[in-house]
C-alpha cells in the first residue's frame, strides 16, 4: 500500500482550520446561551409595575403624601388593580379610610378623596349596577323610592354629593350579582339614609349634579 506523502504546511493548515472552527462553534454556543438567558429573564408577559407601600404605619384619615409612603416594583398579576399605582398624581389627594401597616401595598379600596371626619360611612345594597365610570372615590348622588305593589312610588333624593367609598360584588345565591357600597353621607342626611334602608327602599346612585 502506497502512503501518501502529506507536507508539512498543509498539515499545519488543517490543524488550524480545524482549531478555528472549534473555536468558532464555542463562541456560537456561548451566544446562544446568552441569548436564551436574557428571553428567559424577559418575560414579554411580565407586569412588574411600581406600586406605593406604607413608609411606616398609617392611622385611618391619613393623607397619601410622600411623606407617608414609598415606591417599590412588584409583579402583582391580576391583582395589580387593587393597589395604588405609584403615580405622583396620586400624591396629596387621598386619605386613608382604614389602617395601613408599614410596608404593606395602599389598598384601592382604602381610599377616599376627604377625611370620613366630615361625613359618616355607610354601607347599603343597590337596586341596579353602578356604571363602570363610577368608582371608589367618584362623588354620588343617592335615590330611592319605596317598594310598594299598591300605589306607584314616587323616588326622592335621599343624599346628595356623597363620597363612594367601595364597591363588593356579592353573589345573592340566585345566579345573580348584588352591588353593595359603602358611601360617606353628611351628617344631616344619616337619619334619612338609616330610615331608607330600614323600609328595604330600593335605592341607586347616580354621578353627582353638584
Same mark, same amino acid.
Given at each position: 500500500m502506497r502512503l501518501l506523502n502529506r507536507k508539512p504546511g498543509a498539515i499545519r493548515v488543517r490543524r488550524n482550520f480545524v482549531a478555528t472552527r472549534s473555536k468558532l462553534l464555542i463562541v456560537i454556543a456561548l451566544v446562544l446561551l446568552a441569548a436564551a438567558a436574557w428571553f428567559a429573564n424577559s418575560d414579554p408577559g411580565s407586569t412588574t409595575r411600581e406600586y406605593f407601600v406604607a413608609s411606616r404605619d398609617l392611622a385611618k384619615s391619613?393623607?397619601?403624601?410622600?411623606?407617608?409612603? @414609598?415606591?417599590?416594583?412588584?409583579?402583582?398579576?391580576?391583582?395589580?388593580?387593587?393597589? +395604588? +399605582?405609584?403615580?405622583?398624581?396620586? +400624591?396629596?389627594?387621598?386619605?386613608?379610610? @382604614?389602617?395601613?401597616?408599614?410596608? @404593606? +401595598?395602599? *389598598?384601592?379600596?382604602?381610599?377616599?378623596?376627604?377625611?370620613? @371626619?366630615?361625613?359618616? *360611612?355607610?354601607?347599603?345594597?343597590?337596586?341596579?349596577?353602578?356604571?363602570?365610570?363610577?368608582?371608589?372615590?367618584?362623588?354620588?348622588?343617592?335615590?330611592?323610592?319605596?317598594q310598594s305593589t299598591t300605589?306607584?312610588?314616587? *323616588?326622592?333624593?335621599l343624599a346628595l354629593g356623597a363620597e363612594l367609598i367601595s364597591v363588593r360584588e356579592i353573589d345573592s345565591g340566585m345566579g345573580e350579582s348584588l352591588q353593595k357600597v359603602e358611601v360617606c353621607v353628611s351628617a344631616a342626611e344619616v337619619r334619612s339614609v338609616v330610615e331608607a334602608i330600614a323600609k328595604q327602599s330600593t335605592v341607586v346612585a347616580v354621578r353627582s349634579r353638584t
Open positions: 391619613t393623607k397619601i403624601a410622600s411623606t407617608t409612603v @414609598e415606591r417599590m416594583q412588584a409583579d402583582l398579576a391580576t391583582s395589580g388593580g387593587r393597589y +395604588l +399605582l405609584a403615580d405622583e398624581g396620586q +400624591l396629596d389627594k387621598w386619605f386613608l379610610t @382604614e389602617p395601613v401597616a408599614s410596608g @404593606e +401595598l395602599i *389598598p384601592i379600596s382604602s381610599l377616599a378623596s376627604k377625611r370620613q @371626619e366630615d361625613c359618616s *360611612p355607610i354601607i347599603l345594597s343597590l337596586g341596579s349596577t353602578l356604571p363602570s365610570t363610577l368608582r371608589a372615590g367618584s362623588i354620588v348622588d343617592l335615590w330611592a323610592a319605596q300605589f306607584d312610588s314616587i *323616588p326622592y333624593e
